[in-house]
Structures are given as structure tokens and as C-alpha cells.
Nanobody
Framework: QVQLVESGGGFVQTGGSLRLSCAAS????????VAWFRQAPGKEREFVAS????????YYATSVQGRFTISGDNAKNMVYLQMNRLKPEDTAVYYC????????????WGQGTQVTVSS
């Protein structure tokens, strides 16, 4: 099982940027989809973005398309989420997650990192 540790969250004003990092230990991301999810207070956890590691194919939620970019670094075994033009509604705990290529659900999660965007 890949162990995931997120970092990079913080407090930023509307329009600002943050870059989240997800570090993997135990295994590489090679045979996984890696995704970012987020959960705001009182809301369900929602999908943000994902990357199919082996071919670097990416997917985004409509709400972040054009503002967020997911990427990976093979050498460092890291996944990043670059978040630009942040809005107050982006405020949430952001989680990194993985699922195997043949699995239907994300079943391995990090502990999360808080992102707060002030208006």
C-alpha cells in the first residue's frame, strides 16, 4: 500500500495561488491513478483532479478546470496540485488518494491539508 502525505496547504487571499504536494512512500505511483479530493465544512467530499500516472492523462472537475493543474514527478514520486486564481469556495481540506488501475474506487487516502481562501 502506498502511504500518502499531503503538504502545502495554507491561508491565501482570493485570486492567490498555492501548490499542494502529495508524497508517496512504500511504493511508487506507477500502477495507480492519483487524485485530489476536497471536503468543505458541512459538505461531502468531492473530486478535484486526477492523473493516470503511466500515461500522464489528467481529469478535472468542472469547477477547477483552467485554474488547477495536477502533475507528477517520477523521480521524486510526488504529485502536485497547482491552484491558481483561488476563490473562497475552494476552501476545504484537500486529500490525496490512489486507486489501482483495475479498481473502481479510491481506497487509499492521505491525512489531508487545509486550504483557506479569504474573500
Amino acid at each position: 500500500q502506498v502511504q500518502l502525505v499531503e503538504s502545502g496547504g495554507g491561508f491565501v487571499q482570493t485570486g492567490g495561488s498555492l501548490r499542494l504536494s502529495c508524497a508517496a512512500s512504500g511504493r511508487t505511483f506507477s500502477n495507480y491513478y492519483v487524485a485530489w479530493f476536497r471536503q468543505a465544512p458541512g459538505k461531502e467530499r468531492e473530486f478535484v483532479a486526477s492523473i493516470k500516472w503511466s500515461v500522464s492523462v489528467t481529469y478535472y472537475a468542472t469547477s477547477v478546470q483552467g485554474r488547477f493543474t495536477i502533475s507528477g514527478d517520477n523521480a521524486k514520486n510526488m504529485v502536485y496540485l497547482q491552484m491558481n486564481r483561488l476563490k473562497p469556495e475552494d476552501t476545504a481540506v484537500y486529500y490525496c488518494a490512489t486507486r489501482g488501475l483495475l479498481q473502481n474506487a479510491y481506497n487509499n487516502w492521505g491525512q489531508g491539508t487545509q486550504v483557506t481562501v479569504s474573500s
